[in-house]
């Protein structure tokens, strides 16, 4: 399995990005796929998932209503649109995932493949 990450860079407060995680190698849709941030200082956090054969999602109490995860399948990508940005948004964001699964899963620890990560930057 190989999760690669695009999408990342620098923008205003209130703008938006889309990242993009391109996965690969599984053998069912039985995985979940989540994207997590950590900042300078601070430790690495859950944003947001999804489950393959569920669509079920989560998203973390500080994004929610701002970002949105959504899955392509025919494409193997998973997305997160984030909208009106904040400073506090600022972190290098990693893709990963879990595979023989059928929910989410918040803690990164059961995640076990991740990408390398991509900044996101938002200042004026």
């Known amino acids: 399995v190989q999760v690669v990450e695009t999408g990342g860079g620098s923008v205003q407060p209130g703008g938006s990005l889309r990242l993009s995680c391109v996965a690969s190698g599984f053998t069912s849709d039985r995985y979940t796929i989540g994207w997590f941030r950590q900042a300078p200082g601070k430790e690495r956090e859950i944003v947001s998932c999804i489950n393959a054969r569920t669509d079920s999602t989560y998203y973390s109490d500080s994004v929610k209503d701002r970002f949105t995860i959504s899955r392509d399948a025919a494409e193997n990508t998973v997305y997160l649109q984030m909208d009106n940005l904040r400073p506090e948004d600022t972190a290098v964001y990693y893709c990963?995932?879990?595979?023989?699964?059928?929910?989410?899963?918040?803690?990164?620890?059961?995640?076990?493949?991740w990408g390398q990560g991509t900044q996101v930057t938002v200042s004026s």
């Open positions: 990963a995932a879990v595979t023989g699964v059928n929910w989410i899963l918040t803690s990164q620890y059961e995640y076990d493949y």
